[in-house]
């Protein structure tokens, strides 16, 4: 009983620095964050930081592996698990993944910032992302495809066509901090008309 609530208690300081070194991060980036700043906005001391984790590389990967795990468990309860036809499905999953990216800077940050690239765990948690992202809307492809509503005869290719087309379209997004949700909204439904119905008359 004692062990179950000391554990209990070193789970719940090791979220406490998580989500604090979230914060931390987001505001200095990766590289300029240091181990100092962390246990100053926790409150804690440096060496009690270095307890709960060996270096800033660890902290950061929990704090990249807990904004991936909100983004899939947000785009399975308004997307994946959700009885709305394909092209719905599609315009959602393009929204929500755009709309959480530009709110989790150190996602965003660990897929994009080459210096990042060096860290072993970047690369793993990029290719983990980039196939669970095209096997998704594959899925949703060939749900579009049995209905009746999409004429593709290549839903892999056309997955992967569309998470590059996502990739740098997010770029430009993301980037413009004039954007607010509602102008998101619009610019996506222009560009997936686009997408759906093409520019010919």
């Given at each position: 009983m004692i062990k179950e609530h000391i554990l209990k208690k070193q789970k719940s300081i090791k979220n406490k620095i998580v989500v604090i070194a979230s914060s931390v991060f987001s505001r200095f980036g990766?590289?300029?964050a240091t181990m100092d700043d962390i246990a100053k906005a926790a409150g804690m001391g440096k060496s009690s930081i270095y307890y709960y984790f060996k270096s800033k590389e660890e902290i950061f990967e929990a704090v990249v592996k807990k904004e991936a795990h909100a983004l899939s468990l947000e785009l399975e309860k308004k997307v994946i698990n959700v009885n709305d036809n394909p092209k719905d499905k599609i315009r959602n999953y393009v929204f929500i993944r755009m709309k959480y990216l530009k709110e989790m800077v150190n996602f965003y940050e660990a897929l994009k910032n080459d210096y990042l690239a060096n860290l072993a765990f970047t690369e793993r948690i990029r290719k983990k992302y980039?196939?669970?992202?095209?096997?998704?809307?594959?899925?949703?492809l060939e749900d579009g495809v049995n209905q009746g509503i999409f004429n593709l005869t290549n839903t892999k290719?056309?997955?992967m066509a569309l998470v590059t087309f996502l990739k740098g379209l997010e770029t430009t997004m993301i980037i413009d901090q004039e954007i607010d949700m509602k102008g998101l909204e619009r610019n996506l439904d222009d560009i997936l008309h686009i997408l759906f119905y093409g520019m010919i008359k």
């Open positions: 990766f590289k300029k980039d196939k669970e992202e095209q096997q998704t809307i594959k899925n949703i290719f056309a997955a």
